[in-house]
Each structure stands twice: as structure tokens, then as C-alpha cells.
């Protein structure tokens, strides 16, 4: 398991678009991938549970990931998480 906490830095935070990409990044993945925020814990890979979420720039969230590819996906999801 590979777990790392990320500060979003995308301006809009992450409303349906962002939310839309980052499912797309995170299903290129075969390992299973959540994103915590508080005491909520979401799927990556659903975009109705990455919605529910309600992130905002600024804010900290925790992604986790486990499996073949969790170091990758971890790292792809925290570059889009900082540099989009």
C-alpha cells in the first residue's frame, strides 16, 4: 500500500471537470485507489463518491493506493492534484 497526503492546488478546486480528470487519471490504474478527506473515504474511480467530497483548493486530502501499479498511480494523481 502506498498512501500520501497532497494539497490541491487547482484553482477551482475540484468541481465536475477536475473531478472527471482525476477519475480518468486514476482508472488508467489497475491498482484500487481511494481519496480520504476527514473521516470520508471515496473510490478514485467514481465520480459520483469524488463529488461528494465537495474539495476546494487548499485543502488536504490523503490518496492511497494498493496494488501492482500503487506507486505510479499515486504519484500520476498527486501531479494532477498540484500542477493542473
Do not use: H
Request: aromatic content about 4%; some cysteine; charged content about 25%.
Amino acid at each position: 500500500m502506498t498512501k500520501k497526503t497532497v494539497t490541491i492546488e487547482i484553482s477551482s478546486g475540484l468541481e465536475a471537470r477536475p473531478i472527471a480528470m482525476l477519475v480518468q487519471v486514476a482508472s488508467q490504474f489497475e491498482s484500487s485507489i481511494y481519496v480520504e478527506c476527514g473521516n470520508k473515504r471515496v473510490n478514485a474511480k467514481s465520480i459520483m463518491g469524488m463529488m461528494t467530497l465537495g474539495l476546494s483548493a487548499g485543502e488536504q486530502v490523503t490518496v492511497e493506493a494498493n496494488g501492482a501499479d500503487e506507486e505510479a498511480a499515486v504519484s500520476d494523481i498527486e501531479k494532477y492534484l498540484r500542477n493542473n
